[in-house]
């Protein structure tokens, strides 16, 4: 099964120095039939002004993975952590028992990131941040997995769920195919680009929530650049 969601049907909120739209249920945005998938509860695709950006607060037992789409974030926190992001590069906080963090956009440009937090199997634990470049081109006509809480999973960042996000970047024309197991959700989402999706087509920035699919395969419409949730 796979649920397509437009872009232009998200749920949104400008406040001038931050457009959002939320694939989930958000802040005022409330839509009962998307609270969440599976222990997937937010994936926010938000645009960050130069100079601006979220002041320091707090979050609590969640995995927050933030995918640079353009520009760069700079994250600090409580724990004494300072890190740049920039696009295409990923940065992990599981909140655990308490953080408060910060993140702005201390770019001369506009900032483009996709914000996604995943439900944690495990409440309480100390919090931790980390981030890690991933190179659009070591993506090209692959999955490549870029945070990862499921065993064998070495090279990517690590998170406290059962649950993989994957990205991809492919040429008009060019296919991949990422294994589904069952009693999984997955969400898709062109950061850019059209593709189709086991026949069912994805505009840049659509959502696809996925179930029950055996093996995803994608296939290019336009060049496209992909993340994927895989989650238990």
Request: net charge negative; no cysteine.
């Amino acid at each position: 099964m796979i649920e397509r969601r437009p872009f232009a049907e998200l749920g949104a909120a400008n406040h001038g120095w931050l457009d959002a739209k939320h694939h989930f249920s958000f802040a005022n945005y409330y839509d009962p039939k998307r609270m969440s998938w599976g222990p997937i509860r937010v994936w926010n695709d938000d645009t960050i002004a130069a100079g601006t950006g979220f002041p320091p607060h707090p979050h609590a037992d969640m995995e927050i993975i933030t995918y640079v789409r353009e520009g760069a974030i700079t994250h600090t926190d409580s724990l004494g952590n300072v890190g740049r992001t920039e696009a295409g590069d990923v940065q992990v906080m599981s909140a655990g028992s308490g953080v408060r963090h910060s993140e702005y956009n201390r770019e001369d440009v506009t900032t483009k990131i996709f914000q996604i937090w995943i439900e944690p199997k495990t409440r309480g634990e100390a919090p931790s941040w980390g981030a890690k470049p991933f190179p659009r081109d070591e993506r090209s006509g692959q999955f490549v997995t870029l945070a990862s809480g499921i065993q064998g999973d070495d090279d990517a960042l690590p998170i406290r769920t059962d649950a993989r996000i994957v990205g991809a970047t492919l040429k008009a024309g060019e296919t991949a195919e990422y294994p589904l197991g069952a009693d999984r959700h997955a969400y898709l989402v062109p950061a850019s680009g059209s593709v189709e999706v086991n026949g069912v087509r994805l505009d840049a920035r659509d959502g696809a929530a996925i179930s029950d699919e055996a093996i995803l395969r994608v296939t290019a419409i336009a060049d496209a650049e992909l993340v994927l949730v895989d989650a238990a």
